[in-house]
């Protein structure tokens, strides 16, 4: 495949992946915005109770990772039918998953709240907000899985469009219950999950027509459901072993002081940011592999990790840029404080300086995933937290305080961590054993 035609491909799944990725933390900002019109008292609730909808969310991420390579290897071979019915377990299995956590989360919602030792009012909004958001869950578990399912069959248009029409209905529906009919942030939360339940029927249709194009099975089957569980269990402690290093982090930077806690929160949202654009290329990465890897074509693979990689690289490059020009006002747009912009600075610095590193790292991830390389994934993330460990106690031990105290807990995580997972993730590809995994 001609170098040109490879990034046609690319830039086509990349670009749309990254406006659907850009859509989902916008449902969370129309409810912040929303909620926040109601007072502090709700808007507290509401941070409380999406800390723990968030991490629900985002450990139950694997479900899109599971399903993506499985479709997109089948899809390679040829074989669309089976593909389609893949990505149909992926959503059953996301619909049984989804069901039980909906369940045991609404009934312990107060226990989870409680957790946080918040006010008694505060604690009351987000018992109300978290409990109804529990149902939505397993509508969220069966929009990653579907998701999946479309970009295993190279399409990432769909998603965006499902995603775009799914934010514009939680925004009127929110807006119409919360303040239309007078329910408080309890309207927010239904207005969400009506919007996500939406969302759910809609991707029912597409895949259902999608089947019946194919004639593939749109009944559960035992093998491909453990499959993808088994699968999908390895992802889940990669994705825990990231959540680790995230936490673990925090907890530093807390132990710092309330100013560099602060600090470490802008520094992490502008990495978050950057990220949204190399997951949409790790997306593409995902799709492409898997596909060529169905074709049993080693030199389309090999090319396919060439160019995502150079095209993780030069994008990091082009990031860090930006990041490092505008390092001494993002502090001020942020905080207003001059004083804390100039302590933000450095550790933005760093951050710059190690973007095409976390591009080519996030590329990687993808590569792995797209090959159904889970077991290394969840392997190499529990030996990067025992290389990170270290740089961490190191922090703890020394206590640095102020713009020297966020540096380095900027070379902690963006050199030290995002390091360790370069030389993981970089190691393996140079072989071909990860090239061989099952489908």
Same mark, same amino acid.
């Given at each position: 495949m001609p170098?040109?035609?490879?990034?046609r491909d690319i830039l086509?799944?990349?670009?749309?992946?990254?406006?659907s990725?850009?859509?989902?933390?916008?449902f969370?900002?129309v409810?912040s915005?929303? !909620?926040?019109?109601?007072?502090?008292?709700p808007?507290?609730?509401?941070?409380?109770?999406s800390?723990v909808l968030?991490t629900i969310?985002?450990?139950?991420i694997f479900?899109?990772?599971?399903?993506t390579p499985a /479709?997109?290897r +089948?899809f390679?071979?040829g074989?669309?039918a089976?593909?389609v019915?893949?990505?149909i377990?992926? $959503?059953w299995?996301a619909l049984g998953?989804?069901?039980v956590?909906?369940v045991?989360?609404? *009934?312990?919602?107060?226990?989870?709240?409680?957790l946080?030792?918040?006010?008694?009012a505060?604690t009351?909004?987000a018992?109300?907000?978290?409990?109804i958001?529990?149902w939505?869950?397993?509508a969220?578990?069966? /929009?990653?899985a579907a *998701?999946?399912?479309?970009r295993?069959?190279?399409?990432?248009?769909t998603p965006?469009w499902?995603?775009?029409?799914?934010?514009?209905?939680?925004? #009127?529906?929110?807006f119409?219950?919360i303040?239309?009919?007078g329910w408080?942030?309890a309207?927010?939360?239904v207005g969400?999950v009506?919007?996500q339940?939406?969302m759910?029927?809609?991707y029912?249709?597409i895949?259902a027509r999608l089947?019946?194009r194919?004639?593939?099975s749109v009944?559960?089957?035992?093998?491909?459901? +453990?499959?993808?569980? +088994?699968?999908?269990?390895?992802?889940?402690l990669r994705t825990?072993? @990231? +959540?680790?290093a995230?936490?673990?982090t925090?907890?530093?930077?807390?132990?710092?002081g309330?100013?560099e806690?602060?600090?470490?929160q802008?520094?992490?949202t502008i990495?978050?940011?950057?990220?949204f654009a190399l997951?949409a290329?790790?997306?593409?990465?995902?799709?492409?592999?898997?596909k060529q890897?169905g074709?049993?074509?080693v030199?389309a693979?090999?090319h396919?990790l060439?160019r995502? #990689?150079a095209?993780g690289f030069w994008?990091? #490059?082009i990031?860090?840029l930006?990041?490092?020009?505008c390092?001494a006002?993002i502090g001020l747009l942020?905080?207003?404080s001059e004083?804390?912009?100039?302590m933000?600075?450095?550790?933005?610095i760093?951050l710059a !300086?190690?973007q095409?590193?976390c591009?080519?790292?996030?590329?990687?991830?993808g590569?792995l995933i797209?090959?159904?390389?889970?077991?290394y994934?969840a392997?190499?993330g529990?030996l990067? @937290?025992? #290389?990170y460990?270290?740089?961490?106690?190191l922090?703890?031990?020394?206590q640095?305080t102020?713009?020297?105290?966020?540096?380095?807990?900027? /070379?902690?995580?963006f050199g030290?961590y $995002?390091?360790?997972?370069?030389v *993981?993730?970089?190691w393996?590809?140079?072989?071909?054993?990860?090239?061989l995994?099952?489908a």
């Open positions: 170098d040109a035609t490879l990034n086509r799944l990349a670009i749309p992946a990254l406006g990725l850009i859509a989902e933390p916008l969370l900002i409810d915005a929303l !909620v926040g019109h109601l007072g502090v008292v808007l507290a609730g509401l941070g409380v109770a800390a968030q969310v985002g450990l139950m479900l899109a990772y599971s399903t /479709v997109a +089948r390679g071979a074989d669309p089976k593909a019915s893949a990505g377990d992926g $959503m299995l998953l989804g069901a956590l909906a045991v989360g609404y *009934t312990t919602t107060p226990f989870w709240v409680g946080f030792h918040a006010p008694a505060v009351e909004q018992i109300q907000y978290l409990g958001s529990m939505g869950l397993p969220m578990l069966i /929009v990653f *998701t999946g399912l479309l295993g069959m190279q399409d990432t248009v965006l499902i995603a775009g029409i799914g934010f514009a209905a939680n925004a #009127v529906l929110n119409a219950f303040y239309g009919a408080g942030i309207g927010s939360a969400t009506v919007a339940w939406g759910v029927a809609a029912v249709i895949v089947a019946a194919h004639t593939a009944l559960p089957q035992a093998d491909g459901i +453990r499959g993808t569980a +088994r699968s999908g269990g390895w992802m889940l825990l072993s @990231l +959540r680790a995230l936490l673990a925090v907890a530093v930077a807390t132990g710092l309330t100013a806690i602060a600090g470490w802008v520094a992490f990495f978050s940011t950057a990220a997951d290329l790790a997306i593409a990465a995902q799709a492409l592999i898997g890897l074709a049993d074509d030199h693979v090999r396919v060439g995502t #990689v095209w994008f990091g #490059v990031v860090g930006v990041i490092g020009v390092s006002w942020f905080t207003g004083a804390i912009a100039a933000i600075q450095p550790a933005l760093v !300086v190690m095409p590193v591009g080519v790292v996030f590329v990687l991830d590569v797209g090959a159904n390389d889970a077991r994934l392997a190499a529990g990067n @937290l025992i #290389v460990a270290p740089a961490l106690a922090l703890i031990w020394l640095p102020g713009a020297w105290g966020l540096a380095w807990l900027a /070379v902690a995580f030290v $995002m390091l360790a997972r370069l *993981t993730l970089g393996r590809v140079r072989g071909t054993r990860w090239m995994q099952p």
